[in-house]
């Protein structure tokens, strides 16, 4: 049975459809991505994942359970955290008080079990961080920020971290710095979803690859399975 499964998942922005019928899943210690351009509703789904947004209720299993009429605080508890597009930490607190937050209303589990996340856990994967936990989040730069955004995700110990497009607007360098701890978080027992418009990127580390175009899949398969035409024909459309 897959971790995660989507089957037929629609979402609506009022009478705006934004994802038509979407199949997917995710095994214990996969990395997918889902790469498209924008608009195509990769972040809407991650969201109808999180329970932010509303599809039907068994349009979402978790463990083979439907978690889709599920509050988004319920589906954290189970084991499902979002590192949201754009980042959005909070603004009036500290690195530190930002990752302890994502700790409020998480998944406990044994001390020291695999995927317990503490803050010195967040702080040894990304070291910067501690060195700036007391500082605003504005005053970090862009990777740092990102790398807070991850931490806080982690705080609340997920089975699945699904990951809004970390790699926007940071350089190259930072990019790999943030991509090689994803190993890392795998390691602990955790299966990634990643939203990714670098389609190199996504890759390098995916398992598998699902691409949407305009709401809805266009394509998925194993990246080395597919070739770069078929890649760009579901990425750009024809
Ligand atoms: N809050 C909203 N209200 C109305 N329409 C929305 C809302 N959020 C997104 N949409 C629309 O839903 C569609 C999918 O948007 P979504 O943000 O999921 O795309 P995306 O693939 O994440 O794009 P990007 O790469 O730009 O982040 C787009 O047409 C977008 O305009
Ligand atoms: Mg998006």
Redesign the pocket.
């Known amino acids: 049975m897959p971790l995660l499964e989507a089957r037929k998942l629609t979402a609506f922005?009022?009478d705006?459809q934004?994802?038509y019928g979407i199949d997917m899943t995710l095994d214990q210690g996969e990395t997918i991505a889902i790469i498209?351009?924008?608009?195509?509703?990769?972040?809407?789904?991650?969201?109808a994942i999180a329970g932010l947004i509303r599809g039907a209720p068994d349009s979402v299993l978790f463990d083979g359970e439907p978690i889709g009429a599920l509050a988004a605080s319920d589906i954290v508890k189970l084991g499902i955290a979002l590192v949201p597009?754009g980042r959005r930490l909070f603004p009036s607190l500290t690195v530190e008080e930002n990752l302890r937050i994502g700790a409020h209303g998480g998944k406990m589990r044994e001390p020291k079990a695999q995927g317990q996340w503490t803050l010195d856990r967040v702080y040894s994967l990304f070291p910067i961080l501690k060195e700036r936990r007391s500082s605003a989040p504005s005053t970090l730069s862009g990777g740092q920020q990102q790398m807070a955004a991850i931490g806080r995700a982690l705080m609340s110990n997920p089975r699945i971290l699904l990951c809004?497009?970390i790699s926007l607007g940071l350089a190259p360098i930072i990019i790999t710095d943030i991509y090689a701890t994803l190993p890392q978080i795998e390691a602990e027992g955790t299966s990634i979803v990643l939203?990714e418009?670098d389609i190199v990127q996504a890759m390098k580390v995916a398992d598998r690859l699902y691409c949407?175009q305009?709401?809805r899949l266009s394509l998925a398969g194993r990246p080395e399975t597919l070739t770069r035409e078929q890649i760009h024909r579901a990425y750009f459309g024809s």
Request: aromatic residues 16%; charged residues 25%.
């Open positions: 922005y009022g705006f934004a994802l498209g351009a924008n608009g195509a509703g990769k972040s809407t789904f991650l969201k597009e809004d497009e939203v418009q949407f305009e709401g």
